[in-house]
């Protein structure tokens, strides 16, 4: 038994070491939240495109689209995480834990060449619970949830506001599928707060120019390695 539970526990070690590259297509909202009336809203709801990068402790990911009627939509984003062992509890196939996390996340909008982007950066701080599960010898199912709270700001702003967010992501990984190459899937879904006061551009509505929110879904589909 002791044995056994030494190979499962490298096993999962290995596992959680593989490092994956995945297609990304991502279901985007990001809407105004505001209280006053702006001449053009910087807001966004359709279809991104992108690539993901899934590590140990970090998930990073970038999306691209249009917007209708002109105008781009980019979302760059990276989430890391540690799980200490006090803060976990290892079974022979499943892993569950508190996992303090935090949230790096970049966001710009732009419309006609004579409006001002939105352009906003975030940094999060906060812990959740995880979940990871060996199916079988080389099939695992890791599950995360992590809410967050920190502070949004803009090059274009006096100041930062409070915001947050709240992350999930679920990845089913298949390992060793061709040689050392693996399969996954996933799943992700964020949903955060961009509150952000002191703009110098629009002085009038200095507390609510750039206050919007929104989700963003992804489905990737890669190889982890």
């Given amino acids: ?31 105004y939240t505001g209280s006053v009336d702006i001449e053009q809203l910087l807001e966004y709801n359709g279809i991104g495109y992108g690539l993901s990068y899934i590590g140990p402790q970090l998930r990073a990911a970038g999306l691209y689209a249009q917007r209708e009627g002109g105008g781009e939509f980019l979302d760059i984003s990276g989430l890391g995480w540690l799980m200490p062992s006090s803060l976990k509890k290892d079974t022979q196939k499943t892993t569950i834990g508190i996992p303090i996390g935090f949230l790096i996340a970049w966001r710009r909008v732009t419309g006609s060449d004579d409006i001002v982007p939105f352009n906003a950066q975030a940094i999060h701080l906060g812990a ?28 274009d702003a006096d100041s930062v506001g409070l915001s947050w967010a709240a992350d999930v992501d679920v990845f089913l990984t298949v390992l060793d599928v061709f040689s050392d190459v693996g399969l996954m899937i996933g799943y992700t879904f964020r949903y955060q707060t961009w509150n952000i006061n002191g703009s110098r551009v629009f002085s009038e509505v200095v507390d609510e120019a750039y206050d919007y929110a929104g989700t963003v879904q992804t489905v990737t589909a890669g190889v982890r390695f």
């Fill in 1 to 31: 038994m002791v044995i056994l539970q030494d190979v499962v526990a490298q096993r999962s070690s290995v596992g959680l070491s593989r490092h994956g590259v995945a297609f990304t297509v991502g279901a985007i909202d990001h809407y």
């Fill in 128 to 155: 959740g619970g995880a979940l990871i599960h060996h199916l079988n010898q080389h099939t695992r199912l890791d599950l995360k949830m992590i809410p967050l709270l920190g502070v949004t700001g803009t090059r």
